[in-house]
């Protein structure tokens, strides 16, 4: 690929993406120092200069999801989900355990995150089986085989044990399957599958999952365990009010209500709700509204079955995890510790968003090309 | 066919658009509701989690005599205070605790001086008052100032505070009037509640308890941030704390030193009053304590020490000592005898040494007699048959309505608590204390001042001053003015209008003159209290109490000078004395020359 066709491509880029997402990493890394900045302990000062890092790679991996046609990727996606299902196995056995689960891998020094990519590497999959020739039109087996592939990384995820990560790939295959166009009865009655397989998940979880899931039904519970974290967040979030603390001046943050091990991470919008107000959080939806958009823009765009489900699945893993992040930080759902997408201080998760975002360029720069 | 199916999914992916966006739409919604609608709430909650209220006390009013010397005082206290926030350890609580340990061992061999807390001081102030300095050492001294200065490394954390400290310069003149302060009870204010307080103090006795409102000031406070541990982390906002009002009393502390002096450590009390308005120009009880010992708290020792003294030095006997007049109360008798018009000055009584009432003899302290008396001379020697038939004559009533007039069995309201009412008997009390009539030989009794009739000095320095300037029942006060910590000079109270009686001037004269005869008269009772170059009327008094055979005697002598213009009204009681003449005379001899001398040297206390 020459100079010339390089700089055409990139012409051909989702501007309004680029802005968003753009705008969403800088103010993540601003906040990210504001959450971190009073802490004593050395690494977690330095969050905001890895994030930076982590940043500069994901733009890299970004532009050059971009400029690679989406259309090889499909013909790699076996050995991608593979790949992806031998990494979460190894996490299992030589995993490095934080708080009690095996969920990093080191890689050349660097911890990674096996389960990020697992999720990648499963919307990837699954687009390469529905954009086979004649899958639409057999959805039944489709689901069947659907709920296999996504059955094998939710149970190692699951397993880990890191049950809100792998509870993300059921809205991300359920869109899947819907935009497949799978009738909506057979989506209900996986539905109803789901729920009625609830009461069983609940006797597997920890002790603390438990915990955590009582303390948002029940608030009072144990305000100064569990439900600690809720309560300082939503306080953090209302007490932010129209126009914030300012920044930098996040008294829950500083004074450590909010703890500094979880601000810069899963909390992340817990600061800027409270140093920004209701302006800045609402800025920052508004800001993941518009990648929203673009992801089903992407959609829209592609010419095959193949573009069109990676771009949902993508999309669908960037929606749950802000939905859920969100709602948990204002009080609305329980405490799952997923990240906010482009914003929390973490690289594996940085990275995987990094490349579905690319992956969405890499759709719709090729709108305008036959098949 | 697949390009069919590709536009079946297009509508499809146009409802998942539309879930999305109301998604967002939602969060926008619970966003605007916790943060603008109910932002107030969590704020509130926000702050009632991380900002702490501590109470600052205000500094303590001075009190001033009347001649405007300073007697009570605060001078500077130095501590040393911890900071925990900078000295804190992260970990369990137990290793900053270990931590601040260690470092009041070493500053406690750097100063030389052993540590005033103890760890489990210091746990108690982590669980308890995490966000104020930790108080190392209180009120150092010189020495530990010193060895502080001369420290070459500055500790983080540790510093020097500096606080008001209660001093008293005269020590125990004038302890039991002026009171002492201990530790407050801290106080929760419903309008302005505080998490914390600053060790106060507060009146406990005396004027300082009395007028401890004053005197306190008005409490600052301090908005302290605290982080999710409890440190402190920044001070938000403060309130400097109002001192208390200035007190100027009635006491010149010349005449309190003189009186404190001539009483030594005799147990018994010295009042003297301005009979022309009432002001308390010494109030002495004795015997008495060092308010000082107070400062900051007293030693458990020195408070059992106090206590458990037998001759209770803690009470202040002007106001709360129960004693019997005795022949102090005859001049009472006298004026009731007069006014009731059924007796005269110049009528006389023969006193054969005794005096028979039925089957009962009265006896005469001089038990050979005294002869034919005019009232004049029965007062002057102190004749008790004369007082036993004068009283028989007037009738019981007419003795007790005079000493109702005076004030007796009532507190006179001077400012001081605990004061005692006395008691002043009569038939309903008799008959319902000792099922009994009032009967003559109780009026007996009481016409020399003897039975269950209970007085406070300062009670018979009211008397006595209605006697001095003819009639006037004073208020008796020790506040003259009050000022506010800005203002300049004092609002002077206002003098009370003393009730007159309506005394007969033949009844006056009668009186005054045999208590000047008693005192200027070579035969007079009180003729060892005499004075050169002063004319002083007075009484004097010789009351039994305790056990019948104990032999125990109340040493009395009232009094007032110069004669023709009252401007001292005196009060001396001896607990335990030979008599009023033999113990109390001498002693009013030396308050009243010390006075005359100091009047010829400075001026005297004026109005």
Known sequence: MNLAAVKERLGRMDWLLNVAAGILIVLGILFIYSASFQSDELPVTGFYRRQIVWAVIGIGLYLGMTLWDYRRVAELAGWIYALAMVLLVLVKFVGHEVYGANRWLFVFGIQIQPSEFAKLALIIAVARYWGRPGSLQRD??????????????????????????????????????????????????????????????????????????????????????????????????????????????????????????????????????????????????????????????????????????????????????????IAMTIGLMPITGLPLPLMSYGGSFMLSCMIGLGLLQSIYTRRYQRL | MVIRSIERTAVRLHILLFVLIAAHLFLAFMLWRIQVAHGHLYAQDELRQSVRRVQLPGMRGRIY??????????????????????????????????????????????????????????????????????????????????????????????????????????????????????????????????????????????????????????????????????????????????????????????????????????????????????????????????????????????????????????????????????????????????????????????????????????????????????????????????????????????????????????????????????LLPNDAWKRRVHQDAWRDGDTCNLAIGQGPIVVTPIQMAVMVSAIANGGQVVHPRLVKGIKAHEEEHFHMREVQTPRTLAWPENAIEAVRGGMFDAIMSPSGTGRRARVSGVEMAGKTGTAEYGPPDAGLKYAWIIGFAPYRDPRYAFVIVVDSGVSGGETAAPMLRDLMSGIRDYEAGAGGPGT
């Not at chain 1, 069947?144 to 059955?151: N, P, R, S």
Request: hydrophobic residues 45%.
């Open chain 1, 140 to 325: 039944g087996r489709g689901t069947i085989i659907t709920l296999l592939m996504a059955g094998l990384p939710f149970a190692l995820i699951a397993l880990q044990p890191d049950l809100g990560t792998a509870a993300v790939l059921a809205p991300i295959v359920l869109c899947m399957l819907f935009v497949a166009g799978v009738p909506l009865r057979r989506l209900a009655i996986l539905g109803l599958i789901g729920t009625l397989l609830l009461p069983v998940g609940w006797l597997n979880l920890n002790a603390y999952q438990r915990d955590r899931i009582m303390v948002f039904v029940d608030p009072g519970r144990d305000p100064l365990g569990a439900g600690w974290n809720k309560m300082q967040s939503q306080i953090a979030v209302g007490s932010g009010g129209l126009t914030g603390k300012g920044y930098l001046e996040g008294t829950q943050n500083i004074l450590g209500f909010l703890p500094r091990t979880v601000a810069p991470t899963d909390f992340i919008y817990s600061v800027i709700a409270e140093e920004a107000g209701f302006a800045g959080s609402v800025l920052v939806l508004s800001m993941f509204g518009i990648v929203m958009v673009s992801g089903v823009r992407a959609s829209l765009a592609a010419k095959d079955v193949f573009g069109r489900l990676l771009a949902v699945g993508v999309t669908a893993m960037l929606f749950t995890h802000i939905f859920v992040n």
């Open chain 2, 65 to 422: 005599d009347r001649q405007g010397r300073i007697v009570v005082d605060n001078r500077p206290g130095y501590g040393i205070a911890m900071y925990l926030e900078e000295i804190r350890r992260p970990g369990p609580w137990a290793r900053t605790i270990d931590h601040v340990e260690q470092i009041i061992q070493d500053l406690s061999e750097e100063l030389d001086t052993p540590p005033q807390v103890s760890r489990e001081d210091i746990q108690a102030h982590v669980r308890r008052r995490l966000p104020l300095p930790l108080m190392a050492w209180r009120d150092v001294d010189e020495r530990i100032m010193a060895r502080w200065a001369e420290q070459s490394s500055l500790r983080p954390g540790v510093d020097l505070t500096v606080d008001a400290v209660r001093v008293y310069p005269y020590g125990a003149v004038g302890a039991h009037l002026l009171g002492y302060v201990g530790r407050a009870e801290a106080v929760q204010d419903p309008g302005e509640p505080f998490h914390y307080y600053l060790p106060d103090v507060e009146g406990k006795s005396g004027i300082e308890a009395f007028l401890d409102s004053y005197l306190r000031g008005r409490p600052g406070g301090e908005l302290l941030r605290v982080d999710a541990v409890g440190y402190r982390h920044h001070l938000l906002g403060r309130r400097d704390p109002e001192p208390g009002d200035d007190i100027q009393l009635t006491i010149d502390l010349e005449i309190q030193r003189i009186a404190t002096e001539v009483l030594g450590n005799r147990p018994g009390s010295i009042v003297v009053l301005d009979p022309r308005n009432g002001d308390v120009l010494a109030m002495v009880s004795a015997p008495g304590y060092d308010p000082n010992l107070f400062v900051p708290s007293i030693s458990a020792y020195e408070w059992r020490k106090l206590v458990d003294d037998p001759r209770r030095p803690m009470i202040n006997r002007a106001v709360a000592g129960r004693y019997v007049p005795g022949s102090i109360f005859k001049p009472v008798v006298a004026l009731a005898a007069l006014q009731s018009g059924r007796a005269s000055p110049d009528m006389v009584f023969h006193c054969p040494g005794h005096f028979d009432l039925g089957n009962t003899r009265f006896h005469c302290w001089l038990r050979r007699g005294h002869g034919d008396l005019n009232m004049r001379q029965a007062l002057e020697r102190s004749c008790n048959v004369y007082f036993y038939r004068l009283a028989l004559q007037s009738g019981y009533d007419h003795i007790y309505g005079m000493g109702m007039a005076l004030g007796l069995g009532r507190e006179t309201g001077v400012e001081l608590n605990h004061e005692v009412r006395g």
